[in-house]
């Protein structure tokens, strides 16, 4: 058993806690979280980006999602807690379980910095029914985390507005209209991505996405800015002060929204505001709940954003068809590993011209490791890539342009027959759905049987969603937008498909043991014909990488779906074949068919 969750029941006994609950987040709700955030990493010894720990005193558990199943299972071999397999047969809720196993007169214990108020609310009521009480006011794996890393405080900087397609005060004019809609006096905002889009301010201190840690608070006459003083350069100050932005210490929200005036209304957004903040304000202001407005103002991208945006994946499919080759020209006549892989296609995105950094931690997998959704290699994983099966490589990297999410699986020597059928049946899924014609008013709810109807058909298919919104230079997983046939626990991500939003498009199919194959596209919502029937829309891709020829059973394509194969290696070729040497030029040009 580890020793820290040894540790951490010694202090629950000494703290009068029966069970600790502790989810991967920050006090921002942020998918990825720095180093200081990382409690839940540090008691489990699972690294994944999604799961929750519940620890009593004589069990533990942690909850994950399809996506982590085989990550978490190997890495809490031997740990001492137990695989909680989300919505899977005999596998209760983390409520369930709580209600279930905690008796009357016990505890709960959580930070409330770290658990959003929506979860915490349903959490208190339904506990609080069966005497069971809630403390949110302790931190208990902070309390024995030895040497815990700082906070990051990294350098704050200005996106400046030919990339963000709109001024900063342009954004905050929309948020004050939509707060007099809405008969409120302020925004509290703790989401860090609407932070940064709103500010047009971008830093470093999550990991993988480029936002600061901060708070704000809106006001219909001002703005307080809840940021690290040492992130914030002279220049930075200047600019804050034209734009009317005061700035204030980054914890001293807690203590100035509790000063908030007794008349005062305050508007936030229950699943993305930790429990503290919204418990620290006064009990008579009036508190009127619903979704971020800059939740939806971000997810559609401006026009400058998708002309950047297109910019960026021309950008990047030049890095991503680079490594293809390089890794075709050389995997089995040098030694290449999943990690040397890692390195050598992040050397060719450095090569482009305003390259910042990944979007997210890079995926390359080889055979058996692909069907390992969210797979990492290290140094006892790394395997040697050779001439044969698979290489599945999920990656993305961050522009000034924009933010790309690619994935392609590449096929090394010859491949067996059911490989080019598995790669085949999801390359068709990924066409029916990147080819949809759909009246307004859809949401990616709608449309994601599209995708997975070719696998269905085999009796397959994948535990993960088809696709998900992707930021302007912020998060690579970003809604509301998103294809999946599942409702959203909280209904963020079943939103309706507008022009302008950016959306993945990635079915997949993971055999274990075997391989894994997916193929992910960018694609952009846009315009498509207006008629008596209504407003149509259509998806356009950004991502410009082929697939690969040598796996696909093209007499398994329809004709729409060849058709549009075609078309799109012959849009590749045309715009990335100029940014390659000659011999790279002449191997793109075999995927043309």
């Not at 990825?32 to 980006?49: A, L, N, P, Q, W």
């Not at 299972?73 to 196993?101: C, D, N």
């Not at 006892?380 to 698979?390: G, K, L, R, T, V």
């Not at 990147?434 to 535990?463: H, M, V």
Request: with cysteine; charged share 25%.
């Amino acid at each position: 058993m580890k020793r820290e969750l040894e540790l951490l029941r010694v202090k629950m006994k000494e703290t009068g806690v029966d069970a600790c609950l502790i989810p991967t987040s920050d006090f921002h709700g942020s998918e990825y979280v720095g180093d200081y955030f990382k409690c839940r990493e540090y008691i489990s010894g699972f690294t994944g980006s999604a799961g929750t720990l519940v620890v009593t005193l004589d069990e533990a558990g942690l909850w994950t999602d399809g996506r982590y199943f085989l990550q978490a299972a190997k890495q809490l071999s031997g740990s001492g807690i137990t695989l909680m397999r989300e919505r899977q047969p005999g596998v209760p809720s983390i409520e369930e379980y709580l209600k279930t196993t905690l008796k009357k007169g016990e505890t709960l214990g959580f930070d409330g910095r770290c658990i959003m108020a929506e979860y915490a609310d349903t959490l208190i009521t339904q506990l609080n029914a069966l005497g069971v009480a809630v403390r949110t006011d302790i931190d208990l794996p902070g309390a024995v985390w030895e040497k815990r890393p700082p906070l990051s405080a990294q350098a704050v900087w200005p996106l400046p507005v030919e990339y963000a397609g709109e001024s900063s005060e342009s954004k905050i004019k929309r948020v004050r209209e939509f707060l007099s809609e809405k008969k409120a006096q302020y925004l509290l905002l703790t989401s860090l991505e609407d932070i940064a889009w709103l500010l047009n301010m971008r830093g470093n201190d999550v990991e993988s996405t480029p936002v600061i840690l901060s708070y704000l608070l809106l006001g219909q006459q001002e703005i307080i800015w809840y940021v690290q003083e040492e992130c914030l350069s002279e220049k930075i100050k200047i600019l804050l002060e034209m734009q009317g932005i005061k700035n204030a210490p980054y914890a001293q929200i807690y203590e100035d929204v509790k000063k908030l005036p007794e008349e005062a209304s305050v508007y936030y957004d229950k699943t993305a505001v930790n429990t503290a903040l919204v418990s620290a304000l006064p009990d008579k202001v009036k508190k009127i709940e619903g979704v971020n407005p800059t939740l939806l103002f971000k997810a559609k991208k401006n026009p400058v954003e998708v002309e950047n945006e297109r910019k960026a994946h021309i950008k990047d499919g030049v890095a991503v068809t680079k490594f293809i080759y390089w890794l075709k020209k050389n995997a089995g006549k040098q030694k290449v590993t999943e990690r040397t892989a890692v390195a050598k296609l992040e050397e060719f995105r450095m090569a482009q011209e305003n390259y910042i950094e990944p979007s997210f931690a890079p995926i390359i997998a080889y055979k058996e490791h692909g069907a390992i959704v969210h797979y990492s290699a290290t140094k006892e994983s790394d395997a040697e890539i050779q001439p044969e099966s698979f290489v599945l490589a999920d990656t993305g990297g961050h522009y000034l342009e924009g933010t790309t999410d690619i994935t392609r699986t590449i096929a090394l020597g010859t491949l067996t027959q059911e490989e080019k059928e598995m790669y085949t049946t999801v390359l068709k899924g990924h066409i029916q759905l990147e080819t949809a014609r759909f009246l307004q008013g859809c949401s990616g709810q709608s449309l994601d049987i599209l995708a997975r109807t070719p696998l269905w058909e085999k009796g397959l298919d994948y535990n993960h969603g088809t696709g998900h919104g992707v930021g302007y230079l912020l998060s690579v997983h970003e809604g509301p937008n998103s294809f999946r046939y599942r409702p959203s626990v909280n209904g963020r991500n079943d939103c309706i498909l507008e022009e302008g939003m950016i959306t993945s498009d990635e079915p997949g199919i993971y055999l274990e043991g075997k391989f894994g194959i997916r193929l992910e596209n960018m694609i952009v919502c846009q315009k498509d014909v207006e008629n008596e029937y209504g407003s149509f829309l259509c998806f356009d891709s950004l991502t410009l990488v082929p697939f690969d020829l040598s796996a696909i059973i093209l007499e398994e394509l329809s004709t729409k779906e060849r058709r549009w194969l075609e078309q799109y290696h012959k849009k590749v070729f045309e715009t990335i074949a100029p940014y390659l040497t000659e011999e790279e030029t002449e191997w793109l040009k075999e995927t043309l068919i």
